[in-house]
């Protein structure tokens, strides 16, 4: 979960609102681990408890439910991974000065290969743990040499000059949006950690992928904040990158084609399986459910390959994805008050409560990005 968060759109957006919002960003980054922890707890604990997927137990809750959150986490998955591959493209041009396109191919392959061998789930585990460690030392780097004003950003993170609710929507629906909410629960379910007696463990688990990935966004904020407040201005192109140069130098540059790659690769894996784990032809471990991951990879690879990134697309899936968090939390708000679902499962009111409150603000924003905002985008 916390390496399917870091992508190529996490990194970007994290610089973007640090270069908007200064150290005031502290605030929205706290604001979002919150509504995280509101979200994913009880996601992850009421598919443990219900030892099914999230689009089972959604059936469960209404018939039909499932099948719509199914399609909504599919078809938002497979259009960010086009996303996915174009940055693991950008992370190898940067490094090698391979064509994008040719680093892209490469990147597919070696994700590819991680389905091929016959112990998959350990492999893609071992993987992700492994580039997670990479990403977060490289930029600690990074977030060293920018020298960052520490102080103010503690002290603006809770007592913030400027608010952006946009802020903390987009890195809320960055971090668990789309597949990214169900990808930590869905891969302890195959690894056969689910029932009542699990649910500690569960937890632990889902705030230690929240914390990780909370790390790098602040690490990344750090970054960003040093350059910034040391009279720096991002390159609107590539905002993250800037960063890395401004920091190192050339040498910074290709630190981030590294970060770049180790984020959007990471991705490309966890937007595979996870999406895969919702179709029911694929849903059970061995050479079947590999397969159709691998035809997802591929998929996505040829698109971007033929048609490029088709930037439009993405964007209108973005607001796709922002539903699939609404619509999956309700199912297993619901689902948490049913013991013909979870058996003898108590979910916490406070809990309940924190899911409430996120799936309606999601749920309104939502909404307002398909009425107000994607309009305007296809005009």
Do not use: C, K
């Not at 996490?10 to 150290?23: I, P, S």
């Not at 681990?33 to 059936?59: K, Y």
């Not at 784990?277 to 694929?282: E, N, V, W």
């Not at 679902?341 to 999601?362: C, E, K, N, Q, T």
């Amino acid at each position: 979960m916390a390496t399917s968060a870091i992508g190529p759109g996490f990194l970007t957006q994290t610089a973007v609102f640090t270069q908007q919002l200064g150290a005031s960003f502290g605030f929205a980054i706290l604001a979002s681990i919150l509504a995280d922890l509101g979200a994913q707890l009880t996601i992850w604990r009421v598919i443990a408890a219900a030892g099914r997927p999230a689009s089972a137990v959604a059936d469960a809750v209404r018939p039909g439910l499932g099948g719509l959150l199914a399609t909504l986490v599919v078809v938002g998955g497979l259009a960010f991974n086009i996303g996915n591959v174009a940055g693991a493209g950008l992370g190898v041009s940067v490094v090698t000065g391979l064509d994008v396109r040719v680093g892209a191919a490469l990147s597919a392959g070696i994700a590819v290969l991680l389905f091929v061998v016959r112990e998959a789930g350990r492999a893609m585990d071992r993987f992700a743990v492994a580039l997670g460690f990479v990403m977060v030392g490289l930029t600690s780097w990074i977030a060293l040499a920018t020298a960052p004003p520490v102080a103010e950003a503690v002290r603006r993170t809770f007592v913030p000059t400027t608010l952006s609710p946009l802020a903390i929507t987009t890195i809320v629906g960055g971090t668990v949006g789309g597949y990214i909410t169900f990808a930590g629960a869905h891969r302890l379910l195959a690894a056969g950690v689910a029932g009542v007696a699990a649910i500690p463990d569960v937890t632990r688990s889902a705030v230690t992928a929240i914390g990780v990935a909370s790390l790098m966004r602040v690490v990344l904020f750090l970054a960003a904040l040093g350059v910034v407040a040391g009279g720096a201005t991002l390159d609107p192109a590539n905002p993250p990158a800037s960063v890395f140069a401004f920091a190192l130098g050339e040498p910074g540059r290709r630190v981030f084609g590294v970060v770049m790659w180790s984020a959007a690769i990471t991705s490309v894996v966890g937007a595979a399986y996870t999406s895969v784990s919702f179709l029911p032809a694929a849903r059970r471990e061995g050479a079947a459910e590999r397969r159709w991951i691998i035809g997802f990879i591929v998929a996505s690879t040829t698109v971007f390959l033929v048609v490029g990134r088709p930037v439009a697309v993405l964007v209108a899936v973005g607001a796709l994805n922002a539903l699939v968090l609404p619509v999956g939390l309700v199912a297993m708000l619901l689902a948490a008050r049913r013991p013909a679902i979870v058996g003898a499962y108590a979910h916490p009111r406070w809990l309940a409560a924190a899911g409430w409150v996120v799936a309606a603000a999601m749920a309104a924003l939502s909404v307002r990005a398909f009425v107000v905002e994607l309009p305007g985008l296809w005009r």
